[in-house]
C-alpha cells in the first residue's frame, strides 16, 4: 500500500512541474501590466517604470520564474494586487468556503442521482429509465450559472424561502470559531445550533445548484454499474433463492455497484471544483474560485498561480485517496497491486 | 476445395448500417426524437440567417425590451434587438463552436492517442504527461486563462475547449489504438509496405473514430456551455454578435426586474442544443458498442 | 395510519409550504438591525488607506470615514432637496480656525480632538501625514500636486497645535485641494511605530488598520467580502452619527443587488444598472437619489495624431453621426444630463460641463466624411469592462451608426484592471470613457484633459499650442483674481474644443443611490462615494 501511494506520487510530480510552469508562463501572456496598474492613475511611463523595476517585472522570464520557484519552496505565493493580501493567507481562508460548498453539493448530487441511477437499472428501456435518464441530461443541459440565477429568482426574490444571496452567513451572525473551517462542523463543534442552521441555510441554493449540474455522470455510471452488476451470476441466484427484491437490490448489487461510482464521484468532484468559480459569482460565495477569477480578469498573477496550484495538488491528493479507499473496498485491487 | 468467401459488396454494408440504426432507433424512441431534433438544428444553422424576419444587429430603441408579442415573437432585447432572429441566427456560430472544437479534438488528441497508444515508449510518455498536465488544472479556469491571453476570439474559445479536452480524447484514443496494434489488419497493412503513419492514419484512427464520436456528442454540448461560461465572467464572442450564451449572461441582468424573456429564449435554445447532443451521444453508443451503454 | 389520513396530512403540509415563510427575526436581531447600515455593491476596496499604492476607489469610500482632515466643505441644497458639498464655503473639521493669507495659510487645530487610540491629534501629526501624501507617488501624489502643494517644506508645525502650508505659487485650488480626501491626518506615532526601514511610511500597516480620528473605523475587513465598520463615540470633527455600525457586503451580480433592496434586505446601493434606478424610481417602493457628476463628463474620444482622426473633418462626420438620443433612452433612462445639441445660437458660458451644438444628422456626417476624402475606415472601438453595463451599449449603438455612415468598427472590451494601462499607450483609436474631477473647476478639468503635458487624462493625445495657452492663462488668472481675463480664457478653451473636437461629450452622468425609505440624510460629496456621518434610519 505505501509503496502505491509513494510510486503514485512519484508520477505526479512531473504534471504538477507542468503545471507551474503552464501557469507561470499563461499568467504572463495575459494582458494588463501589473505595474501600470500598480502605480495608480495618473503615473507617468517613469513612475511605471519604477515599479516595473520594484516588482521585478522587468527582470527577463527565467529569472522571474526562477524567483518564483524559491518564493514556493518558502511557501510563499506572492501578493495579491486587487485585494493587497499574501495569496497564501487568502488561499488557506478561502479554501473551506469553497470545499463546503462543493462537497454539500456533491452530496445533494449523489442522494439525487444515485436512487434515480438504481431506479432506472431496474427497469431498463422502460419509460422509467428514459424518464431518469432524461431529467439527469437536462439538469447539466443548462450554463451551470444561469440554473443560479432562475433558482435565486424563483426561490428567494418571488417566494422568499431562500435566505438572500449574500454569502456564508447572514451579517447578523458572527462565523463559529475557527477549527476546520467549515461552518457546520465548527458551529456544531461549538454547540452553536442557530449558527449551524443559518450556515446551512445559506448553503441550500449553492448546493442545489451544483448538485444539479452533476446528475448525469452519476447517475449514468450508476445505472451502467448496477446494470453490470444485476445480470451477474452471484444475483441471479439470489434472486433464485427467494430473497426479497429490496434485499437483492441494496444489499447484494448496490454495494458491489458503487466502486466504479466511487471513481466518477472523484472525476466530479474536481471538476466541479473548477466548475463552482460561476457559481461563486452568482451567490457572492468568499471562495477561493470566485477569487481566481477576479485576480484573472485583472490580470493578477500571484493569486491565479497559487489558485492553480493548489487546485492540481489537491487533485493529486484527491485521485491518490480515491484509490487507496478502491484498494481497501475491493481486495482484488489490493492484490494486483 | 475451398471457395473464399467474396466480401459483401458495399451497397450491403451500407444498408445493413441503416438497417441497424433504424433498429436502435424504434427501440429507443429517444434516440429518434434526439437525431430529429440535431436535424432541426442543422437546418436553422444552415438556413436560419436567411429565413429571419429582422437583422440581428439592428436596433430599434423605440421598441427596447418588448415582451414577446405579434411583431417579434420572442420579444426585443435592450437596444431593441428582435430576440427571435438573433436565437435563430446564433444557432450557426454555436454550432460552429461546437463542431469546429469537437474536430480540432479529434484531430489533436485522437491523433496523438493512438500515436501513443501504437508507438509506445517515448512519444506514449510525452502524450501522457501532457494530458496528465492539463488534467490536473481545473479544467475551466484553464480556458479562462487561455482565452484571456490570446484574447476573445470565437477561434481561441475553439482552442481553449479543444485543450481542455484534450486528455479525454488522447486516452481513449491511446486504449484503442494498444488494442489493435497487433491485430491483423494491421500487420497486412504493414507488409504491403505502408509506412507507420499511414497506417496510423488510415487504418487506426478510422476504427478508434466510432468509439470516439460517442464522446465527440457530448463534447459538442460541454463546447457551448463553455462559451456560455466564459460570457458571464466576460471572456465569451464580442459583441454584438448574436450567440446563446453571451445572450443568456447579458439576459441574465434582467431577471429580477421582469423581462424574463431576454436570458429564457436563448437558455431554452441552448438547453435543447445541449441536450439533444448529449442524448445523441448514447444513440450513437447504441449503434456504435450497444455493450458499453451507461 | 390510514390512507386518507394520510392524504389529508399531506395535504395540510403542502399547503403550509405554499405560503412564503415569514422572515423570522428575534427581538434582539432586529433591535442590532435598526443600528446598523447594511450596504451592498460589486467591489470593495483593496487598501485601507488611500495613500496605499494601488488603492481603488472603494478604498477611498473607508478612507473618507475613517480619517478626518483640516477643512472640509459647508452644505448647499439642490432644488430637488438634496443636500450637496458647497465647493467655494468651508468649515473646520479638525482645524477649528482658519486664516489665509497671500503666501501662506494657517490653521489652528481643535484642542480636544483625539485619534480613536485615545493619543491627541498635534500638527506634527498632520505634517508627517501631508510629507506622507506628497513623498508617496502615484495618486495621492499627484492629486496633492494639483493644488500646487508639492513639498514637504511646504509644511510647517508653527506649535503644538498650529499648523501653516506655505505656498509655491499663488493657486486658487490649493485651499480647496486641502479638503479632499488625500490629506487625512494619521496617528503618527503608531504608524512609526509599526513602519519598518524597507517601508518608512508604515504603509503596510496602515493598509489593513484605520488610524485615524474619523467617525468610524474599521473592524473587520475580508477582502472581497465584507468591510465592518463601527462608530468612534468620540468622534469630535462634527456631529456624532446616528448610525452605530456600517456592514459593506460585496455582492458581485447587479441582479441579485436589486433584488436585496427590493425585499428589504439591504439599505443603500449605488451600484446598479440605470435601468434599475429609473424602474425603482417609478415604483416608489424605494428612495432614489439622482445628482449630476461634478464636473464629469462621459465621452468617444479619438487619437488625433494618426489617421483616420487627425483629420478635423473626419471628427464632425463622427460627431455628427453619433446616436446621443438613443443613448440617453436606452442606456442611461434619461439618468443623464445631454451634453449635445446646444441650440446653434447658445452662447459660450463660463462653466464646465456644458454641451456642444453637434447632434445626429446622418446626412451630414456622410457628406462630411466625402468631404475629407478618407475611405474605407475600419478601427476597434475600445471600452472599459469594469463599467459594461454603460459603455457597451454605447459602444454597440455607435458601432451601428457609424455603419450606417462607411465606418466600420469591432468592439474591444478592455478588462477593467488593462484600462488605464491602454489609456496610458495612447494608441486605441476610437473609444468611450468617463473623466471627472474632484475640483469643480473648468481649468481643472481642461487642465488635465485638454493640457499637450502628456496627461494619462489627455486621451486623445490632443496637441495644441492655443489651447494651452488659454488653459495656462486661465489658471493664472483664477490665481490672482482677474476675472474678465479667467472669463476670456475659460470662453477661449471651451470653444477650441468644440472646434477641434478631439473628444465629443456624450453626457453628463448622474450618481444614482437607491435607499430604503427609512434612511435619510443621504449627501452627494465630490468623490461622489457615501458619506455615513450623516445618515439616519428612522
Redesign the interface.
Known amino acids: 500500500m505505501l509503496m502505491m501511494i509513494a510510486k503514485r506520487l512519484g508520477m505526479?510530480i512531473?504534471?504538477?512541474i507542468?503545471?507551474v510552469i503552464?501557469?507561470f508562463l499563461?499568467?504572463r501572456?495575459?494582458?494588463g501590466d501589473p505595474a501600470a496598474y500598480f502605480a495608480g492613475p495618473a503615473a507617468t511611463p517613469q513612475a511605471i517604470q519604477e515599479i516595473r523595476v520594484k516588482l521585478g517585472l522587468d527582470k527577463p522570464l527565467i529569472e522571474q520564474f526562477g524567483r518564483y520557484v524559491v518564493d514556493l519552496t518558502h511557501g510563499n505565493l506572492g501578493t495579491s494586487l486587487t485585494t493587497g493580501q499574501p495569496v497564501a493567507t487568502e488561499l488557506r481562508n478561502r479554501l473551506p468556503a469553497s470545499a463546503e460548498l462543493t462537497l454539500l453539493g456533491l452530496l445533494v448530487s449523489i442522494v439525487i442521482a444515485v436512487p434515480l441511477g438504481i431506479l432506472a437499472a431496474t427497469k431498463p428501456?422502460s419509460i422509467l429509465d428514459?424518464t431518469c435518464?432524461?431529467i439527469s441530461?437536462?439538469g447539466?443541459?443548462?450554463?451551470?450559472?444561469?440554473t443560479g440565477?432562475?433558482l435565486v429568482?424563483v426561490f428567494y426574490?418571488l417566494l422568499g424561502w431562500a435566505p438572500p444571496p449574500l454569502g456564508r452567513l447572514d451579517v447578523f451572525y458572527t462565523e463559529p470559531p475557527h477549527v476546520s473551517g467549515f461552518y457546520l462542523i465548527d458551529s456544531l463543534i461549538a454547540g452553536d445550533v442557530p449558527t449551524f442552521i443559518a450556515s446551512l441555510k445559506q448553503l441550500v441554493l449553492p448546493a442545489l445548484t451544483l448538485g444539479i449540474f452533476s446528475l448525469?455522470p452519476i447517475a449514468?455510471?450508476t445505472?451502467?454499474s448496477m446494470?453490470a452488476v444485476l445480470s451477474s451470476d452471484f444475483i441471479r441466484t439470489a434472486r433464485a433463492s427467494g430473497l426479497s427484491s429490496y434485499t437483492v437490490i441494496v444489499t447484494y448489487a448496490f454495494r458491489n455497484a458503487m466502486l466504479p461510482v466511487i471513481t466518477t464521484l472523484g472525476m466530479v468532484f474536481?471538476?466541479l471544483?473548477?466548475?463552482n468559480?460561476?457559481v461563486e459569482?452568482v451567490f457572492a460565495w468568499p471562495g477561493i474560485g470566485s477569487y481566481?477569477?477576479e485576480a484573472?480578469?485583472a490580470?493578477d498573477f500571484a493569486p491565479?498561480q497559487g489558485?492553480?496550484l493548489t487546485?492540481?495538488v489537491l487533485?493529486?491528493i484527491l485521485n491518490l485517496l480515491i484509490d487507496v479507499l478502491y484498494g481497501l473496498i475491493d481486495p482484488r485491487v489490493r492484490l494486483e497491486a | 476445395m475451398s471457395i473464399v468467401a467474396a466480401s459483401p459488396p458495399r451497397e450491403n454494408a451500407l444498408a445493413a448500417l441503416i438497417k441497424h440504426s433504424r433498429y436502435v432507433i424504434s427501440?429507443?424512441?429517444?434516440t429518434g426524437f434526439a437525431f430529429a431534433l440535431f436535424v432541426l438544428i442543422v437546418l436553422a444553422a444552415v438556413l436560419g440567417p436567411h429565413l429571419v424576419p429582422y437583422d440581428p444587429?439592428?436596433?430599434d430603441?423605440s421598441e427596447?425590451l418588448k415582451p414577446p408579442n405579434l411583431h417579434h415573437l420572442f420579444g426585443t432585447d435592450?437596444?431593441?434587438r428582435d430576440i427571435f432572429s438573433r436565437v435563430v441566427v446564433a444557432t450557426r456560430l454555436d454550432f460552429f463552436i461546437a463542431v469546429a472544437s469537437v474536430v480540432l479534438v479529434f484531430v489533436m488528441g485522437g491523433f496523438a492517442g493512438v500515436a501513443a497508444g501504437f508507438f509506445g515508449g517515448w512519444t506514449d510518455r510525452i502524450v501522457g504527461?501532457?494530458a496528465?498536465?492539463i488534467?490536473?488544472?481545473?479544467?475551466?479556469?484553464?480556458a479562462?486563462?487561455?482565452v484571456?491571453?490570446?484574447?476573445?476570439t470565437v477561434q481561441n474559445i475553439v482552442i481553449a475547449t479543444a485543450i481542455v479536452n484534450f486528455p479525454l480524447y488522447a486516452r481513449i484514443a491511446r486504449a484503442e489504438a494498444n488494442v489493435r496494434r497487433e491485430a491483423g489488419f494491421v500487420e497486412a497493412a504493414r507488409l504491403s509496405g505502408n509506412s507507420d503513419w499511414r497506417i496510423l492514419a488510415f487504418q487506426i484512427l478510422p476504427n478508434v473514430f466510432p468509439i470516439l464520436v460517442v464522446q465527440m456528442s457530448l463534447t459538442m454540448?460541454y463546447a457551448i456551455?463553455n462559451a456560455?461560461?466564459l460570457s458571464?465572467?466576460?471572456?465569451g464572442v464580442?459583441?454584438?454578435t448574436p450567440e446563446w450564451?453571451i445572450m443568456?449572461?447579458e439576459g441574465?441582468?434582467?431577471?429580477?426586474?421582469g423581462e424574463w424573456w431576454n436570458?429564457f429564449f436563448p437558455?431554452a435554445a441552448?438547453?435543447?442544443a445541449?441536450?439533444c447532443f448529449?442524448?445523441l451521444g448514447?444513440g450513437l453508443r447504441d449503434m456504435v458498442d450497444p455493450r458499453r451503454?451507461? | 395510519m390510514k390512507r386518507r389520513d394520510l392524504l389529508k396530512s399531506m395535504t395540510a403540509l403542502t399547503a403550509a409550504a405554499a405560503v412564503p415563510a415569514p422572515a423570522i427575526w428575534s427581538s434582539a436581531k432586529a433591535q442590532t438591525r435598526q443600528e446598523t447600515l447594511l450596504i451592498v455593491s460589486e467591489s470593495g476596496p483593496n487598501n485601507l488607506d488611500i495613500h496605499g499604492v494601488g488603492t481603488n476607489v472603494p478604498g477611498y469610500e473607508v478612507s473618507w470615514n475613517c480619517y478626518d482632515r483640516l477643512i472640509t466643505h459647508e452644505m448647499k441644497t439642490l432644488p430637488n432637496g438634496t443636500p450637496y458639498y458647497d465647493k467655494t464655503k468651508f468649515k473646520p473639521e479638525l482645524a477649528e480656525d482658519m486664516n489665509v493669507g497671500d503666501l501662506s495659510a494657517t490653521f489652528k487645530l481643535r484642542k480636544d480632538a483625539a485619534f480613536q487610540d485615545g493619543t491627541p491629534v498635534t500638527a506634527k501629526d498632520v505634517k508627517w501625514s501631508f510629507d506622507r501624501a506628497v513623498t508617496v507617488g502615484g495618486f495621492p501624489t499627484f492629486q496633492m500636486s494639483a493644488g500646487s502643494l508639492t513639498k514637504p517644506e511646504q509644511f510647517v508645525v508653527v506649535d503644538d497645535h498650529t499648523f501653516r502650508v506655505d505656498f509655491l505659487k499663488k493657486d486658487r485650488l490649493t485651499i480647496p485641494d486641502l479638503a479632499v480626501i488625500v490629506p487625512c491626518v494619521i496617528n503618527s506615532e503608531l504608524v512609526k511605530k509599526n513602519a519598518t526601514p524597507q517601508d518608512p511610511w508604515g504603509l503596510e500597516y496602515t493598509k489593513l488598520n484605520t488610524v485615524g480620528s474619523g467617525a468610524y473605523r474599521v473592524t473587520n475587513w475580508t477582502a472581497g467580502s465584507q468591510v465592518v465598520l463601527e462608530r468612534n463615540d468620540k468622534w469630535k470633527g462634527g456631529p456624532l452619527p446616528k448610525i452605530k455600525r456600517v456592514i459593506w457586503r460585496i455582492v458581485p451580480d447587479?441582479?441579485?443587488r436589486?433584488?436585496l433592496l427590493?425585499r428589504g434586505d439591504a439599505d443603500v446601493s449605488y451600484d446598479l444598472?440605470n435601468?434599475?434606478f429609473s424602474?425603482l424610481k417609478n415604483d416608489g417602493k424605494l428612495t432614489i437619489v439622482s445628482t449630476p457628476y461634478s464636473n464629469g463628463i462621459q465621452y468617444i474620444g479619438m487619437n488625433v495624431q494618426h489617421p483616420p482622426f487627425n483629420d478635423v473633418k473626419v471628427r464632425y462626420a463622427v460627431a455628427y453621426a453619433l446616436?446621443y438620443q438613443?443613448i440617453m433612452?436606452?442606456v442611461l433612462y434619461g439618468l443623464g444630463k445631454p451634453m449635445f445639441g446646444a441650440a446653434a445660437d447658445t452662447p459660450t458660458e463660463v462653466a464646465w460641463p456644458q454641451p456642444h451644438k453637434f447632434k445626429t444628422d446622418l446626412d451630414k456626417a456622410k457628406k462630411l466624411l466625402a468631404e475629407s476624402g478618407a475611405s474605407n475606415i475600419n478601427v476597434p472601438i475600445s471600452f472599459d469592462?469594469g463599467f459594461?453595463?454603460v459603455n457597451?451599449?454605447i459602444?454597440?449603438?455607435v458601432?451601428?451608426s457609424l455603419a450606417q455612415i462607411g465606418i466600420t468598427t469591432?468592439?474591444?472590451?478592455v478588462?477593467g484592471a488593462n484600462w488605464r494601462t491602454e489609456l496610458t499607450k495612447k494608441n486605441m483609436p476610437l473609444f468611450t470613457n468617463v473623466f471627472s474631477g474632484w475640483l469643480d473647476y473648468p481649468e481643472y478639468f481642461f487642465y488635465w484633459c485638454y493640457h499637450s503635458g502628456k496627461s494619462i487624462f489627455n486621451t486623445m493625445d490632443y496637441q495644441s499650442l492655443q489651447m494651452d495657452t488659454f488653459i495656462d492663462g486661465a489658471r493664472a488668472a483664477a490665481a490672482t483674481g482677474n476675472w474678465d481675463s479667467y472669463d476670456k480664457d475659460v470662453k477661449g478653451f471651451v470653444d477650441l474644443a468644440y472646434t477641434d473636437m478631439p473628444r465629443i461629450p456624450l453626457y453628463q452622468p448622474y450618481v444614482n443611490v437607491a435607499m430604503q425609505k427609512d434612511i435619510s440624510g443621504y449627501q452627494y460629496w465630490f468623490h461622489r462615494r457615501l458619506d455615513y456621518r450623516t445618515f439616519v434610519k428612522a
Not at chain 1, 447539466?140 to 444561469?146: E, G
Not at chain 2, 427501440?27 to 429517444?30: A, F, G, R, T
Open positions: 505526479a512531473p504534471s504538477l507542468g503545471v503552464v501557469t499563461l499568467t501572456a495575459l494582458p428501456n428514459h435518464r432524461i441530461t437536462l447539466v443541459s443548462l450554463p451551470v450559472f444561469f440565477l432562475v429568482y426574490f448525469a449514468r455510471m445505472r451502467a446494470l474536481s471538476f471544483l473548477g466548475a468559480v460561476l459569482k481566481a477569477v484573472l480578469l490580470s491565479v489558485f492553480v487546485m492540481a487533485y493529486v | 427501440e429507443n424512441p429517444v444587429l439592428q436596433s430603441t427596447a435592450q437596444l431593441g504527461r501532457i496528465d498536465t488534467m490536473a488544472f481545473p479544467l475551466f479556469v484553464l479562462m486563462g487561455i484571456a491571453a490570446l484574447g476573445n454540448g456551455l456560455a461560461g458571464f465572467i466576460g471572456l464580442r459583441p454584438p450564451g443568456v449572461a441574465a441582468q434582467f431577471i429580477v426586474s436570458a437558455g441552448l438547453m435543447v445541449v441536450f448529449n442524448l448514447d451503454r451507461t | 447587479a441582479g441579485n436589486r433584488a427590493e444598472p435601468k434599475d424602474e446616436p438613443k433612452d436606452v469592462l459594461a453595463g457597451q451599449p459602444c454597440e449603438l458601432q451601428e469591432t468592439i474591444n472590451k478588462p
